[in-house]
C-alpha cells in the first residue's frame, strides 16, 4: 500500500527529545528538549510538516535555584482526564555527581482546552522508590489503570538507567509496586554508557510496545523493544520480552547518525503510523554529545510485519536543507 503522508526531514530543527501528539481538536501539538535547556515550549499546527513554522510559546521556565534550576530535560505532553499534563526531567546542577547528572522527574498541569494558553500549575516531583538520578518519564492507559514508565538509576545495578514501570494514584503520584522491566544488558544497549532511557508507548494488535534508547547519545545511541501481550500483567517483568538487537539505528549511508528518543502519531486522516525521532547528520562531535545542539527532529511513515510487530525500517535521508550550525558549542 503506498504511503500517504508525505513528510521531509528535518522536520524542525535543534530540537532533542521530540514528542509530537495528534489530538481530538485536529491539531499536532510538539514539545522537546531546547538546545539551552532552560525552559518547556510548546507550538501546534494542523499538519507535522507545519510545526516547522508554528509559533513556539513558552509554558514554563527554569526557576533560579531549587531542584528544577537546571538541565530541562525531554519535556512530553499528555491529555489526562480532561486535563493537560507535561513530564520533564529537571536537575538542581549542571554538575555531575559521581558519574551522573542529578536529574528528577517532574510535572505540571493545565486545565484550559488550549494547552498554549491558560495557567500551568507546578504538581511537584514524581517521588519514586529511589532517590536517584531519573529522567523521561512517559505515561499511558490500559485497561482503566494509568500507568507511569521511566528510566532510573540503581546503585546496585551497572549503568545510568534501568526501565520501570508503576501504577499512578494521580498523574504526579506513583500507587505501588514499581518494577524493572529491563536493564542495559546486550552490547548494543553499552556502547560508551549503559543506559536503556526515552521510552515509548504503542498499543497494537493486541500487544504493548515500548520502545526505548540505549547507548551513548553519539553515532551508538539506538533503540530497542519491549513486547507485552495487552492481556498479560504489566507488572510483571516476565510480562515483557526484549528485542535481541536495535530495531532502529544510524544509518551510515544516508548520513543519520543516532536515531532516537523516540515518540509516536498518526497521519492527519489516522490511516498511517509515524515515529518522530532526532538524529546528527555528523559524528565529530566536540565535548559532550549532549551539549552539541543539533539533534533535529525528524518523523516518519512506518509499518508492520506479518507477526502484528513495529517494522521502523532505517532512517530516512533528508530532504531539506539544514540551516543551523553544524558545528556549536554552548
Not at 51 to 79: C, F, Q, R
Not at 188 to 207: D, H, Q, S, Y
Not at 209 to 222: H, K, Q, R, V, W
Request: glycine share 6%; proline share 8%.
Amino acid at each position: 500500500m503506498a504511503r500517504k503522508e508525505e513528510l521531509k526531514n528535518p522536520i524542525i530543527e535543534q530540537r532533542a527529545d521530540p514528542w509530537i501528539y495528534k489530538h481530538t481538536d485536529g491539531y499536532y501539538y510538539f514539545t522537546a528538549s531546547v538546545p539551552e535547556y532552560d525552559r518547556i515550549e510548546l507550538r501546534r499546527a494542523k499538519t507535522i510538516q507545519g510545526l516547522e513554522d508554528a509559533e513556539p510559546i513558552t509554558v514554563w521556565t527554569k526557576p533560579d535555584e531549587g531542584p528544577m534550576s537546571n538541565l530541562i530535560w525531554a519535556p512530553e505532553l499528555h491529555y489526562i482526564d480532561g486535563k493537560w499534563y507535561v513530564y520533564y526531567a529537571a536537575a538542581w546542577t549542571s554538575e555531575i555527581i559521581n558519574g551522573l547528572f542529578d536529574h528528577r522527574m517532574f510535572v505540571i498541569e493545565n486545565d484550559s482546552p488550549n494547552p498554549l494558553e491558560g495557567e500551568w500549575v507546578e504538581k511537584g516531583q514524581i517521588k519514586t522508590d529511589l532517590d536517584t538520578f531519573s529522567l523521561d518519564a512517559t505515561t499511558f492507559e490500559h485497561n482503566g489503570t494509568q500507568y507511569l514508565v521511566w528510566p532510573q538509576k540503581d546503585p546496585e545495578i551497572t549503568g545510568n538507567s534501568n526501565l520501570y514501570i508503576a501504577p499512578l494514584k494521580n498523574p504526579w503520584t506513583i500507587e505501588g509496586p514499581q518494577v524493572m522491566i529491563s536493564k542495559p544488558e546486550y552490547p548494543w544497549e553499552i556502547k560508551g554508557f549503559w543506559v536503556n532511557e526515552g521510552p515509548a508507548v504503542l498499543k497494537r494488535n493486541g500487544k504493548i510496545f515500548i520502545t526505548y534508547s540505549a547507548s551513548a547519545t553519539d553515532e551508538n545511541y539506538c533503540m530497542g523493544i519491549l513486547t507485552a501481550d495487552e492481556n498479560a500483567d504489566l507488572l510483571n517483568p516476565e510480562s515483557w520480552k526484549k528485542s535481541e538487537g536495535p530495531v532502529f539505528q544510524t544509518n551510515f549511508e544516508e548520513r543519520q547518525y543516532g536515531p532516537g528518543h523516540n515518540s509516536f502519531t498518526v497521519s492527519e486522516d489516522g490511516s498511517e503510523d509515524i515515529i518522530v525521532y532526532h538524529a546528527r547528520t555528523y559524528t565529530e562531535i566536540v565535548g559532550d554529545p549532549l551539549y552539541d545542539p543539533n539533534r533535529h527532529t525528524r518523523a516518519q511513515v512506518f509499518t508492520w510485519k506479518e507477526d502484528g510487530t513495529p517494522d521502523f525500517g532505517k532512517p530516512v535521508p533528508d530532504q531539506k536543507e539544514i540551516k543551523s550550525p553544524q558545528k556549536v558549542s554552548l
